[in-house]
């Protein structure tokens, strides 16, 4: 995909899970011209889905940064995440406010 101004996008799409005993996050990053990079990581630590699923944010943009990156469109299927990061929905919790900055440092 190519913007107007000639950059090449590259996708990322990510999606993040927690249970009794970690989380897990995935990143499937497709570059320009198609090809695939997958990952999956575990984190050991307890944490709440909403955390999962900023953990695969963060996981993918610094992916796609390190593979030359300059241009994503992220996809994610948490909507307060996606919501949040746009800004439409307000980010209340510490952790939550925590993970937004990280990501705008990140961008």
């Given at each position: 995909?190519?913007?107007?101004?000639?950059?090449?996008?590259?996708?990322?799409?990510?999606?993040?899970?927690?249970?009794?005993?970690?989380c897990?996050?995935?990143v499937?990053?497709?570059?320009?011209?198609?090809?695939?990079?997958?990952l999956a990581?575990?984190?050991d630590?307890?944490?709440?889905?909403?955390?999962?699923?900023?953990?695969?944010?963060?996981?993918?943009?610094?992916?796609?940064?390190?593979?030359?990156?300059?241009?994503?469109?992220?996809?994610?299927?948490?909507?307060?995440?996606?919501?949040?990061?746009?800004?439409?929905?307000?980010?209340?919790?510490?952790?939550?406010?925590i993970?937004?900055?990280?990501?705008?440092?990140?961008?």
């Amino acid at each position: 995909m190519v913007q107007p101004d000639g950059e090449e996008v590259w996708r990322v799409f990510v999606d993040g899970t927690s249970s009794l005993s970690g989380c897990g996050v995935g990143v499937v990053i497709i570059a320009p011209p198609g090809e695939k990079i997958k990952l999956a990581l575990r984190i050991d630590s307890r944490v709440t889905n909403n955390d999962a699923a900023y953990e695969a944010v963060l996981a993918g943009i610094r992916v796609a940064q390190e593979v030359g990156a300059s241009r994503i469109i992220l996809y994610s299927d948490s909507q307060l995440i996606t919501q949040q990061i746009k800004g439409v929905y307000e980010a209340k919790d510490d952790r939550m406010l925590i993970y937004l900055k990280l990501i705008k440092t990140q961008a």
